[in-house]
């Protein structure tokens, strides 16, 4: 009797599910900024995707996302014998969908030709029709007139870079020269492409990290952690499309990928300082001293190449407080690196844990 | 390639997993106070259990508790053919284990009898193996003397009470009238007793809550959240054991089980409005205004009885921003009661949400 | 090392997955006859729904099931400012996508008009456009022409029968009488209508349950068993399209939803016997015989009413084997009314259990 | 109302739930023999486990094994001063309970030394106290004649063989010699040794695979598939104590570790051939045949080196009907690697598909 009331619970949760909810994403603020969760690479039944715009949005609040594009493809319109070509459809459907929700949409689209030069999505544009034109530079330059912030998409694809390896041809020297690319994926769906640090700070783009869906989110990045969607993490003034903008073109992004972080130094260092907290000892013995460190953000860190003494590697699990025991021997701070914050192409982060 | 070097992140992940971490539960404080996750009863091998004393702290700690208190059986020892009886074995062996990890151990025994009295925990002891005496009473005394709270357990438990409900006897007003009985148990592994919140009124009890574990804590709770283990939530200055008795003593407690709380409105109401944020209004069209609440606790609350043209019920979803769209008709703010809040027996929380 | 090794299978596993495997559903066939796993209802971007046609195919093979109706509206196509009406694009888009996946696909359609009589679904036919018509009655005829199968959806549907009870009026009484109407959803969504059994019984129509589904069936029914999307099982001479027909129009149906059967004794009593398998005691003392039941279906049984001395209630775990002690003092069978196997509007099945 | 009714179902189900079901694994039988699910090799409060007996009993019972032995070390019992040492313990604890759950229980105990000769389990004894013994070899002569198998644990145990390499040593060889040495581990707990192919063909030993499990084994192998618990499956005439105990000492095993199968090719290729099934071809277009797999097991199998326009790797999912579309220009049958059955340090299965 009194359980089937507790199960009654259940029920009511059940039926609110989807009904505008937004999941919270631990993802730690940097100091006078707020961190947006942003998706800007994505397709729907208006290009080769499998779904309906709505569900776009509807993916984008339960995994507590604040920012997305839809970017169907200009060229590319497989479905066309049955949904005509409109390349500005998803963003009419929900437009207003996206405004009653609290999410911020940005308009986008995504030029898609043979490389070179490849893919790249223009964000922030008013009419992608407008953008459809034969000469791929002639779409550039459309955009542009609207204020577009040009990403390439997926350097390396190995559809279109047979050795996955990323480079830069001439038509992106000379969109450099002209000051319109201003971002390049990192991240794309599943593939990682580490030479895109090198690209992005000899050029100063915007490193982006999309998941490129083409089918059903939940089913592409099941629920457990570590396969969570791909995001770019943009660093901006205020949760705003405007703010947004402003720190995009600012390059002011992280990227988040398989629990890893991708960017500048300048931005991973205090999103891992904001995300824990060390603290004092609590307790000590003849030998040892037992502190413990606070980590409040969903992401783990993977810390490696211990100081002798030190314990070699440490994880601090997402969520969680662990417990570090250290040798008397040993004098703070700890050096670590942070396997899992990639900081170039060879790099990653160090930190210092000063207990 | 690259897919397996990010994979062995997670290798590392698992083999961290267990080394001293305590998952962060998100249960607000309130203001002034600290909010400390506690079970105050369970069994080892020493009893009727089926683990050894180490494994209810390493379980305590992975489900992020901050205190807890073994509780064998003093009368109970079906394991003595192989097992002598020790009635402060589970605390020689967990004192220093817990001590380094930073968890509260409560020194504790369950004094076992059959109704009246029933069974009753004594916390907060020196030596438990002085407690076991012939006479029940004689027991308490000796309980007493070390400063115990007496804690009574499961009082409608059905192998002692058929009809499943809590009754005062002659021994329990005795103990009553010389304030020797602290606190009393609202639910106990999976049930509930709604009449205790009568009882704790009258009496001027602690209300509480606890497992009284025998088997294998991740076995009886799976992970899902509405399983959840119960836990005593008592709100006390400081997280050390000094204050976690002093407020035991001054009944500062909640109790969480099954997605719901119980306690007394003046704790109950603050951890409410603790754990949620109501946003100002986002967007508004000619008839509707939208704004969110914010819940940052692992407690979901739901809301029902909503005044006309309000939603009926909202269910603000654990670590969740959920959206509400209200009609201009109505004026802030809505009123509801939080069904999953008990205050009285037949009384739930009523909140204001002011946007 | 060896674990990156190992690992790396797990990548290979992920990467083939939605390659075209069909899961196993473990529902038993009976003598002579094949259970076939059939939804008989469900939507597309084509009408009301979200997704593209051929992901409802994909969901199908992932669900283990043999035979699928998409069923667009005919005269309910919200989307058609951008996807132009066509009541065969699902059909067209998925014939061959579905052959060479060897899933059975039936030809349907919904036609849609307020009660009475609300909605049917009309399957088995060759052309859906030649059914749409303003007259409802003439869409039926057109259907029939077409030698459709008639269903009647979810008769009891709160947005046409506020009192969630389905009633027979004129044009269903018509529709018998003109030997039209051949099956009726007993369950659809999340919705059981029990006093279908006696309409069923009454006018001859087979028993059908369908998903009615319109977002993504892998959000809808997540993973857990007990929420397993609804199925027609459909007991026919063979695993082909004309077999799937004749046992439709023979009536030969089961229905299966949140772990229950519904449908007539005559098969659902062979579908028991068929799943299950009473050992002969492995053990006895003095007082006590010990035997196994094993059940090899993916459905559990409940077993209640226990006779004296028995287990008052037994549960058959699915794809699991159950220990029974049994008092010397009863003899065998056992007799038990299974909970969960519904064979009337207030009945369920009575079975032995021999050992 | 209905829906409370259904949940009610799943009260039932928790309750029933750990009341003697063994869950039905997956693996096939050999003609003429049956596949027994083995663990022996695991540790309880008696030596230095966390478990009480039973709890292993409960444990196998859940993840369907059919036989077990507890093995508690004979000559490292940490908790002596709170648990007496008795070397029969776990077994007086558990045999009857274990009798009435129909689970094979195989009495056994763990000589342990270091390196050499390393630890050995005595399986299929009568008295554990009788094999305690100051000298290794007494030991080993006191298990002999009581009837034993003496099984090598975990022989590259890095604790005492750093390098990870199982070495004979001339211990080793004498035991060899005297025919007294039955069975090696082949995968222990999270260790594979790929070695003991080589030294237990040379010697005509069993392979084995144990969980050496000393907390609690849902919590050391989670529910996902890939990281169920390890299994010896032993190819025994008959489900009883004297069937698995003659096969054991004529050697027909294989070991299930992560998803892989090691054994001998005599026993692993009519496994393969028993689990899946090879369909004729359900349909063809101008180049292409489509048929079908089906796996009826819980072991995926990861096909590779497929030969040219044949695919080159295919993934038969557990569990599963897998379709496989292949060239007109190939003829059957395909002949594939299975990457996951390994019979030697260096060889894995070969097997044919005829379609």
Not at 111 to 133: C, Q
Not at 190 to 209: C, D, H
Request: glycine share 6%; hydrophobic share 40%.
């Amino acid at each position: 009797m009194k359980k089937l009331f507790i199960i009654s619970f259940l029920l009511v949760a059940i039926a609110f599910t989807g009904s505008g909810q937004r999941k919270i994403v631990n993802f730690p603020d940097l100091p006078g900024y707020v961190t947006l969760k942003c998706d800007f690479h994505m397709h729907t039944v208006f290009s080769d995707g499998n779904v309906w715009p709505t569900v776009r949005i509807d993916e984008a609040l339960r995994d507590g996302l604040d920012a997305i594009a839809i970017t169907d493809h200009l060229e590319y319109t497989p479905k066309k014998d049955f949904v005509p070509v409109d390349h500005n459809a998803a963003w009419k459907i929900t437009e207003a969908y996206a405004r009653e929700r609290n999410l911020i949409l940005v308009h986008g689209t995504e030029i898609t030709r043979k490389m070179p030069p490849g893919h790249m999505n223009a964000l922030f544009i008013n009419d992608a029709a407008l953008i459809s034109r034969d000469s791929v530079w002639d779409c550039y330059e459309a955009a542009i007139k609207q204020g577009a912030f040009l990403q390439w998409n997926h350097p390396g694809w190995k559809s279109q870079q047979p050795d996955g390896i990323p480079r830069m041809y001439d038509i992106h020297h000379r969109l450099i020269n002209n000051g319109w690319l201003h971002g390049i994926e990192i991240f794309n769906d599943e593939s990682y492409y580490p030479q895109v640090f090198t690209i992005a700070r000899q050029n100063n783009l915007a490193l982006i990290g999309n998941s490129d869906v083409h089918a059903v989110i939940s089913e592409v990045y099941p629920e457990a952690e570590e396969s969570r969607r791909p995001m770019t993490l943009v660093i901006a003034k205020e949760r705003t499309h405007d703010s947004l903008k402003e720190a995009m073109f600012a390059g002011r992004t992280l990227v988040y990928f398989n629990d890893m972080l991708a960017g500048k130094e300048e931005f991973a260092k205090p999103f891992f300082y904001q995300a824990i907290k060390v603290g004092k000892p609590f307790y000590q013995n003849d030998k040892t001293i037992f502190f413990e460190v606070t980590n409040n953000s969903d992401v783990p860190f993977y810390l490696i190449n211990g100081i002798p003494n030190a314990p070699a590697s440490v994880t601090l699990v997402a969520n969680s407080v662990t417990r570090i025991a250290i040798s008397k021997k040993v004098t703070s701070p700890l050096v670590y690196d942070v396997k899992n914050i990639l900081t170039g192409e060879n790099e990653v982060l160090t930190i210092e844990l000063k207990y």
